[in-house]
């Protein structure tokens, strides 16, 4: 056999092994993945009950949806959501992350510290913030009123403005743990002849920030804002268990206002298409993050 006829049976050989490889990993996420994205998007264009299936009925629940001030108040509150937790959980990471590179004592104690918030269980956590944001004896206000800063109690989950912010704030600490150590390992990537040269060009500590640390860190700074981005704008268990979507859905995201109206509310068909509003929002998030990424989108 001529030796190129051999090359190429043996690099198809060698495509349809790798085939062969991944071909389970495959079917196995079309089963979990794939098989329930495809039923839901079915069960959006249908009148489906809890326990009955409806019949097709095309755009209607989406066209529902819009005409919803309920759900349009959903959507405002998913953009500030999300928005103003990826604004304090860049803000904060980075200036920790900043602070953990430097020669501290007991910075490796400090490094495990921090990553806490991240690996507790969420409705644990969450249930503790529940209990410091109570507006009687809650460690949140007594703290406020110890220092002098407050004279009456905040009822953190009892006011549209305050329930907000309290559910971006613990959805901050919880998220910035992620921040924190994932621009560290951008961080010990910088040369340090950079700051050198920096240095001797007689730049101060936030030039050396702006032109030579951020630059070098924007790449993972960026991945690290898209995925999560992506996780905080389906997030479900802060908010489920601080407000349950309340006070006069003024916290419902899109997860929780599908829980509520598919699961509670037995219109399984509204809830799906409540679901699938954010798929363009994410895919675009995926998308984006796949070309910095440098993969094929």
């Given at each position: 056999?001529p030796?190129f ?10 495509r349809f092994?790798g085939?062969?490889?991944i ?11 794939g ?22 009925i ?7 949806l ?8 959903t959507?405002?509150n ?32 400090f ?14 956590s969450t ?6 944001f109570n ?13 002098g ?32 150590i ?32 951020l ?14 981005t992506?996780?905080?704008?389906s ?13 006069a ?13 598919g699961?509670?509310g ?8 409540i679901?699938?509003?954010m ?12 070309r ?6």
């Amino acid at each position: 056999m001529p030796r190129f006829l051999a090359n190429k049976t043996r690099s198809a050989a060698a495509r349809f092994g790798g085939y062969l490889f991944i071909g389970p990993a495959f079917l196995w996420l079309l089963l979990i993945i794939g098989v329930p994205f495809f039923l839901s998007v079915y069960l959006s264009a249908t009148n489906s009950l809890a326990g009955k299936w409806g019949s097709f009925i095309g755009l209607d629940n989406y066209l529902k949806l819009l005409d919803s001030q309920i759900f349009r108040r959903t959507l405002q509150n998913s953009l500030i959501f999300t928005a103003g937790s990826i604004a304090l959980k860049t803000i904060l990471g980075t200036a920790l992350a900043l602070l953990l590179n430097e020669k501290l004592r007991a910075r490796n104690f400090f490094r495990g510290a921090i990553l806490l918030p991240w690996i507790a269980p969420a409705s644990l956590s969450t249930l503790a913030w529940l209990w410091i944001f109570n507006p009687i004896y809650g460690v949140a206000n007594q703290l406020l009123k110890g220092v002098g800063l407050l004279s009456a109690d905040i009822p953190w989950l009892s006011t549209s403005g305050w329930a907000l912010f309290s559910v971006i704030l613990v959805n901050t600490w919880r998220g910035t743990p992620f921040f924190v150590i994932s621009i560290l390992a951008g961080l010990s990537s910088v040369p340090q002849e950079l700051y050198e040269a920096a240095r001797v060009d007689g730049a101060n500590a936030w030039k050396r920030f702006l032109h030579v640390t951020l630059p070098m860190i924007q790449p993972i700074l960026l991945i690290v804002i898209l995925f999560s981005t992506i996780m905080t704008f389906s997030d479900f268990q802060i908010v489920y268990i601080l407000t349950n979507g309340g006070p006069a859905n003024s916290t419902h995201l899109f997860a929780t206002l599908s829980y509520q109206t598919g699961m509670i509310g037995g219109n399984i068909g509204e809830g799906a298409a409540i679901l699938l509003f954010m798929a363009p929002f994410l895919a675009l998030l995926i998308y984006l993050q796949l070309r910095l990424r440098g993969g094929e989108a």
